[in-house]
């Protein structure tokens, strides 16, 4: 159940622009000149700071990297093992 203090109104203004009050902007330690993504998702507007969606993507990309050196070792191990 969603309680009172979980959630906070918003409301645009007549250029389309949302004021974030203080309290989401503290909770999300977001200052002034802050960078966020905006995309929809499940018809729901998420909004992430930039620095958190950078910091998931380099982490997948190690992930991947790692993934594609150990499978390029792999097959190096297996081509030593057929020339042998």
Known sequence: M????????LTLDAQGRVLLPRP???ALGLGPGARLVALVED????LTPWERL??????ELA????????ELLR??????????
């Open 2 to 9: 969603v309680k009172k203090a979980d959630f906070t109104t």
């Open 63 to 70: 992930d991947v990297q790692e993934s594609l050196a150990e």
């Open 24 to 26: 989401l902007r503290q």
């Open 43 to 46: 018809g729901r507007l998420v």
């Open 54 to 59: 950078e910091e998931e993507l380099w982490a």
């Open 75 to 84: 097959e190096r191990r297996l081509e030593a093992e057929r020339d042998a």
